[in-house]
């Protein structure tokens, strides 16, 4: 299942999923059973699915056609947003691209920071470039969307937790990153003007053709204005999500609608492909991100 945020034609928030060309507003074909929010229907996911699961047994027709309405990002407005850096490859180049060495600490534990939960962007969104950044970046990353609250939860059990998946843009300042970073503090001005999901959340069930053990074989594409510049796959994680949980949900709980990013894959940045392959991006720039199964997110930069 696919589940979307959007605007209705009379410019209403409404949620629900996609049903062949069109939408499915679950509030409105429920009779008021299931709410206007994804976010409220995470808080109470396993009841919000068995209405769904009956919703679905009747032969009920699109709410809307897709070109009625607006997606926006999954959850506009989630309650955190943890990003971690988990693909060694990725590690690797951004090191030696800023004449680092690899830190020894990052083979022992998963590491995250929190980026501005307020500053979501969905598909098709303009991304604003921040008057003092000259070196803009996109980032190719995947994202989990938790669906119920743990505490101290383990990697074996963290996929009970997981409500679903998205595209993540984890969009980059990197002339403002380097500066704040110097003191060993940050990432936050370097990343805190936008971030951007969707164009779904993905419900697990859809991902598991794909299922290899405890990941996933998805490709993973960027492209810059229609040329393409990024492809990997998410199987070569390092750190599955499990890992990401348990480090997450450590001596603190996890809220439905809390987003875990998964870091950068291998080459998915134009920071770890360097100039000679791309510039930085500039106003006018489109990036779109496309990963196996879950659509694509797409981007003007202004």
Known sequence: MKFVTFLNPSGEQCCGWIHKDGVIDMHKESGGKLPVRLLDLLNEFEAGMEIIRGLQQEELEATYSLSEVKILAPIPRPPSVRDF??????IQNATRR???SMPKEWYEIPVFYFTNHHAIVGPDQPVQRPKKCTKLDY????ACVIGKEGRNIKAS??????????IFNDWTARDLQAQEMKVNL?????KDFATATGPYLVTKDELETYRVNDRYDLEMKAFVNGKLLSHGNFQTVHYTFGQMIERASEDATLYPGDIIGSGTVGFGCLLELGLETHRWLQPGDEVELTITGLGQLRNKVV
Do not use: Q, R
């Open 85 to 90: 850096v988990s693909f060694e490859t990725h």
């Open 98 to 100: 800023t004449n680092n």
């Open 139 to 142: 980032e190719l990353e995947l």
């Open 157 to 166: 059990e963290a996929d009970d937790y997981i409500a679903g998946y998205m």
């Open 186 to 190: 940050g990432p936050a001005k370097g």
